[in-house]
């Protein structure tokens, strides 16, 4: 028996540790590097890397995704991201500013940049899923050093092995019922809320259970990705409120359903690089042009969770409330069979018209 930390553990330290600014360390044979992400790093350990660097005489290099650079016109070599050489004389607002796009119109002309050409660029790619997974900016700043376990066990840094830290994070973490409760709804009295905590430690996703649905057909259900300024707030940027309260007041109406909520905001970037590309939209950029200047795709969530939870409820089959192509087409790969789609359009105002008209333009979605 043993109180060591697997895996999993160790990359919920490197989460926690990436968005507090501390880097953490990738380990393989021959060496491994340093990994820090570009939103959090302070001056101080950005000065440690640096003169780390420059003893070995490596390049310290920032990684940025294909959808970032493409905006940054620096050389993608490696296809889906490009790494950056971090000049000489380049301070904590050099990276700043090439990370995040919130002054790109006010100082459009950043480069030229340097980008690394050959060489493996596996370690920079993790290190990208690294501080996305913290819901930090997709730039991470990345120091391949022979001695990095050795500095790493001095430093007191979280070690992650490559390969483990490589497989572990390409699969969905298996969410684990924690506890579950009544409680009476304006949609229905007879609701029933249900906690899922993931392996991994990371987010919470909750079940809102209406009624008893029959186990042996399909349930009336509604993957909905949580969404604070649309669910809180009342926003009228989008249409997530009205399909909330919609998707529970049919479910209340036939008297059983199952709606999901999943903490994946802003199409799972998170709430803080959602206002990001909120001011972007202000900017005159439409929803996808503002995930891709900030580094991401269209849409980042993993509805994998989802049909996890629903076959550890015990459901199989889904009538699906839903506009997204998407979903069904995971559902379906994750065995969870769609008998049918339920249209849920609601919710349009003239603050969205444009924000809809993109997602069925670009997303697919069936507005």
């Known amino acids: 028996m043993s109180l060591k930390p697997d895996i999993i553990h160790l990359l919920g330290r490197a989460r926690g540790d990436l968005a507090m600014g501390l880097p953490v ?66 301070d904590r607002g050099w990276i700043a500013a090439t990370a995040s796009p919130e002054n790109d119109l006010n100082s459009p002309m950043k480069g030229p940049f340097r980008t690394q050409r050959g060489g493996d660029a596996a370690l920079h790619r993790l290190a990208l899923r690294l501080v996305k997974a913290a819901r930090l900016l997709p730039a991470a700043l990345v120091l ?32 684990h019922a924690v506890v579950s409760a009544r409680v009476p709804m304006q949609a229905s009295t007879a609701g029933r809320v249900h906690v899922f905590r993931p392996e991994d430690g ?70 803080a690089n959602k206002m990001r590309a909120y001011a972007l939209q202000d900017q005159g950029f439409d929803t996808v042009e503002a995930n891709h200047r900030l580094g991401f795709e269209d849409d980042e969530r993993d509805f994998r969770i989802g049909a996890g939870i629903l076959s550890r409820m015990g459901f199989s089959s889904v009538r699906l409330m839903t506009n997204n192509p998407a979903k069904i087409a995971m559902m379906t790969r994750c065995g969870i069979d769609v008998a049918e789609r339920v249209p849920l359009i609601v919710g349009h105002t003239a603050q969205n018209e444009a924000y809809l008209a993109t997602k069925a333009r670009k997303s697919g979605h069936l507005l």
């Not at 939103?39 to 003893?55: F, Y």
């Not at 995704?65 to 296809?79: Q, S, V």
């Not at 007191?156 to 390969?163: D, K, R, S, V, W």
Request: with cysteine; net charge negative.
């Open 202 to 271: 990371s987010e919470e996703h909750y079940a809102i259970e209406i009624g008893k649905p029959a186990r042996n057909e399909p349930v009336l259900a509604r993957l909905h990705s949580a969404c604070f300024t649309g669910d809180v707030l009342g926003s009228l940027k989008c249409d997530c409120g009205p399909q909330l309260r919609a998707a529970l007041a049919q479910m209340g109406a036939e008297g059983a359903g199952v709606l999901l909520y999943l903490n994946q905001e802003g199409r799972g970037i998170g709430l």
């Open 144 to 175: 391949p050093l022979p001695e990095t376990h050795a500095i790493a066990v001095r430093d007191g840094l979280t070690i992650l092995p490559y390969e483990a830290a490589d497989a572990a994070m390409r699969l969905s973490s298996p969410p």
């Open 25 to 90: 360390a990738l380990t393989r044979a021959g060496g491994g590097a340093l990994v820090a992400a570009a939103e959090t790093l302070d001056p101080p350990r950005l000065a440690a890397l640096r003169a780390l660097a420059g003893a070995a005489g490596e390049d310290l290099a920032l990684a940025v995704t294909a959808r970032r650079a493409e905006t940054l016109k620096a050389r993608a070599y490696d296809g889906d991201l490009a790494r950056i050489i971090v000049p000489g004389d380049a």
